[in-house]
């Protein structure tokens, strides 16, 4: 009988000494009375991944005719181009408006016949709220070969409204489009509008309220010009 109370108190002892070396080791993470946690790492934020420079982002099919695209009155579908009456006030928008600060609209375009000084093709960007538009293309068509005091047709870059453009980044420049196809390409980037024909650089305009450029709605307008225009395309910058 004495020898089976030994084995139990020793029993008995070794528990007590497990519980004791427990609860010690659970002591250990206590330090001034403050339990130490083990830091979190923050939440995986995932980044955009940036879309490479030329990215094609949108160009025009007239395969349909002018089916959602918004147009006034004088377009008309010629062949596979577009074609214009020699109206004024013109307009047409781009059924897409890009989701990037920094693109590239290009047009593929012939003026084929100014029916009246002070004709225009322009394209332009609506300014929105916090961004200001701009404009970019060529002023002041002229119907005869006959250029009074040396005028000209001018090509220019600008920002809308006009009041918002830093005046020493304001560039005009003389240009006789005859009546070859031109590529107009207007890039946008940051707070900078730049206007190249024929992978020429003409004209840029900068502005002084705006960190980016309005993206659209975007416009091909044109007043007093019979204009063709085989495609238009939007890409990145």
Request: with cysteine; proline share 7%; net charge neutral.
């Amino acid at each position: 009988m004495m020898h089976n109370f030994i084995k139990r108190l020793r029993a008995s002892t070794g528990i007590t000494i497990l519980a004791f070396l427990s609860f010690w080791i659970a002591s250990c993470g206590t330090i001034g009375g403050t339990t130490s946690v083990k830091p979190t790492q923050p939440p995986h934020v995932p980044t955009a991944t940036p879309v490479p420079a030329g990215t094609l982002l949108y160009e025009s099919n007239w395969s349909s005719g002018l089916d959602h695209w918004s147009a006034s009155p004088g377009w008309k579908l010629l062949g596979k181009n577009l074609q214009t009456e020699p109206m004024d006030n013109l307009s047409l928008t781009i059924p897409y408006q890009p989701k990037v600060p920094n693109y590239v609209v290009e047009a593929r375009l012939q003026i084929v016949h100014v029916a009246s000084n002070g004709g225009n093709v322009l394209i332009r960007a609506d300014k929105q709220p916090g961004k200001d538009g701009y404009r970019a293309g060529i002023l002041n068509l002229l119907s005869t070969s006959v250029r009074p005091n040396g005028s000209h047709p001018q090509v220019q870059a600008d920002i809308d409204p006009f009041g918002s453009m830093d005046r020493d980044s304001f560039e005009v420049m003389d240009y006789e489009p005859g009546t070859q196809w031109h590529t107009f390409r207007i890039e946008v980037s940051g707070d900078r509008v730049s206007l190249l024909i024929d992978d020429k650089s003409i004209s840029d305009a900068i502005s002084t309220k705006t960190d980016t450029l309005s993206e659209g709605p975007i416009h091909l307008t044109g007043s007093r010009v019979i204009l063709r225009l085989s495609s238009i395309r939007i890409t990145t910058l």
